[in-house]
């Protein structure tokens, strides 16, 4: 199994930037990893992806602002935020892919999830 750990969140102004860091341990092998985020009263969607031949994804509201990059040597993934808007209030979630180094198999979804972590944009 795959345990993700987020850390970097926190409160800014608007405009102002914030940097988001998840690790993964245990067994750390995963095909993709993506931020999700999850404002009040809303679902969690996913904001950012990259997987592992490198290719981003980025949903239109943060296309321009946010910037996904992976060193996979220490298993960790970023999430650069810029601009940062009132809209971008919510919690932040790691999550990942899982897979089997071994095998070569994906499994089909983000299934492994950090416990959070709260950006506040004022």
């Known amino acids: 199994h795959v345990q993700l750990v987020e850390s970097g969140g926190g409160s800014v102004q608007a405009g102002g930037s914030l940097k988001l860091t998840c690790v993964a341990s245990?067994?750390?092998?995963?095909?993709?990893m993506g931020w999700y985020r999850q404002a009040p009263g809303q679902e969690r969607v996913l904001i950012s992806s990259?997987?592992?031949?490198?290719?981003?994804y980025y949903t239109d509201s943060v296309k321009g602002r946010f910037t996904i990059s992976q060193v996979k040597a220490k298993n960790t993934m970023y999430l650069q935020m810029n601009s940062l808007k009132t809209d971008d209030t919510a919690v932040y979630y790691c999550?990942?892919?899982?897979?089997?180094?071994?095998?070569?198999?994906?499994?089909?979804?983000?299934?492994?999830w950090g416990q959070g972590t709260q950006v506040t944009v004022s």
């Open positions: 245990g067994n750390a092998f995963t095909c993709a």
């Open positions: 999550a990942a892919v899982g897979g089997s180094r071994r095998r070569g198999t994906c499994e089909s979804d983000f299934g492994y």
């Open positions: 990259i997987s592992g031949d490198g290719s981003t």
